[in-house]
């Protein structure tokens, strides 16, 4: 089955700690994504890939860091300098269609929670 | 600066009437347009999009309207199930790319039995 496996569903931390959320995927896609969705914000772009060993900073990126170091794997660390890093996180992918295709595949999600 | 606007954050319906979420964008060089379900702590999941060459799509219950003039568009589900009962989401593109998604911010439906 393909898909996009996200790792742990949920996830406590203290303050002060970094914490990394998995993300992989079967899929053979290119790109990779990761949103934070918080209560009547809707998904808002932390960083993105679109090819192995590059990555570009979303909308958030403050307090946040990535690596592909593979095309399956977009892992994402929370670091300490996120101010509100408590939020459901979304891992994605996709093809770059050109139009036609459904867009962005997303995983199940992390919850966060940092204390 | 908001470009994909879902102005009404919930909606209630009544099973077996028709829903209609709305959408509005501001940006004119947006080209195609998806609609995401989300259940509450899943992922989002792709219903149905629509590109700016057309100005409706349809796929079963699931209509996407587009009216470029007004910058508007609008999901119609007919007839709504309880089932359909999520939070969905808006999203444009540019070019058609997947590559730099708009989501809006979302509308909770519920469909009352």
Same mark, same amino acid.
């Given at each position: 089955?393909?898909?996009? !496996? ?8 203290? /303050?002060? =700690?970094?914490?990394t959320?998995s ?12 949103y934070?969705?918080?209560?009547? =914000?809707?998904l808002? $772009?932390?960083?993105?890939?679109? #090819?192995?060993?590059d ?10 860091s990535?690596s592909? /170091? ?6 994402l660390t929370?670091?300490?300098?996120q101010?509100?890093p408590t939020?459901? %996180?979304l891992c +994605? ?11 962005q595949?997303?995983?199940? &999600? !992390? ?5 | 600066?908001?470009?994909v606007? =879902?102005?009404?954050p919930s909606?209630?319906?009544?099973e077996?009437r028709i829903?209609?979420?709305?959408c ?14 989300? %259940?509450?702590a899943e &992922?989002?999941?792709?219903l149905?999009? #629509?590109s ?5 799509? /349809?796929?079963g219950?699931?209509t996407?309207? @587009? ?5 508007? @568009?609008?999901?119609? #589900? ?6 359909d009962s +999520?939070v ?12 730099? $998604?708009?989501?809006?911010k979302?509308?909770?439906? !519920?469909?009352?039995?």
């Open positions: 089955d393909g898909g996009i !496996t996200q790792s742990p569903k949920y996830l406590f931390r203290k /303050e002060g =700690q970094n914490v959320l993300c992989e995927q079967n899929l053979n896609h290119d790109a990779m994504y990761w934070r969705q918080d209560p009547g =914000q809707g808002r $772009l932390i960083y993105y890939s679109q #090819i192995v060993n990555f570009q900073k979303g909308d958030i990126a403050e307090g946040y990535v592909r /170091e593979k095309k399956e794997s977009f892992p929370v670091t300490s300098a101010k509100n939020a459901f %996180y +994605a992918s996709s093809i770059d269609s050109g139009g036609a295709g459904r867009g595949y997303f995983g199940p &999600g !992390t919850r966060l929670t940092v204390t | 600066d908001q470009q606007k =879902q102005n009404s909606l209630s319906v009544q077996g829903s209609i979420l709305n509005d964008y501001t940006n004119s060089m947006f080209d195609y347009f998806l609609w995401y379900k989300k %259940y509450p &992922g989002p999941t792709f149905i999009s #629509i700016s060459i057309k100005d409706k799509n /349809e796929d219950r699931f996407v309207f @587009l009216n470029k003039s007004a910058k508007h @568009l609008s999901l119609h #589900i007919v007839p709504s199930q309880p089932g +999520a969905y989401f808006c999203a444009a593109s540019v070019s058609g790319s997947n590559y730099k $998604l708009t989501f809006g979302g509308t909770l439906l !519920t469909v009352n039995p």
